[in-house]
């Protein structure tokens, strides 16, 4: 691995860090079309569900205290 690469990535700001392992991410990602589509509905349809009162979230910390 290059490691003049991985350093200046860990140099950059966090959110670009982000921004780079989700484009490295959706370069290898093989899933068949149908099935990240439905993905993405199901994790819209979960934020929504939150967003209306339908459903709430837990904080994962005091989940397993």
């Known amino acids: 691995m290059d490691k003049l690469l991985i350093n200046k ?3 950059m700001p966090p959110i670009q860090r982000v921004a780079l392992a989700e ?3 959706a370069s290898i990602d093989n899933e068949e079309e149908e099935i ?3 993905w993405i509905s199901e994790v819209n349809e979960r934020m929504n569900a939150v ?3 339908r459903s709430t979230l837990l904080d994962f910390d005091a989940l397993f205290q």
């Open 9 to 11: 990535a860990m140099k």
């Open 23 to 25: 484009l490295l991410l």
């Open 36 to 38: 990240c589509d439905a």
């Open 51 to 53: 967003n209306e009162g």
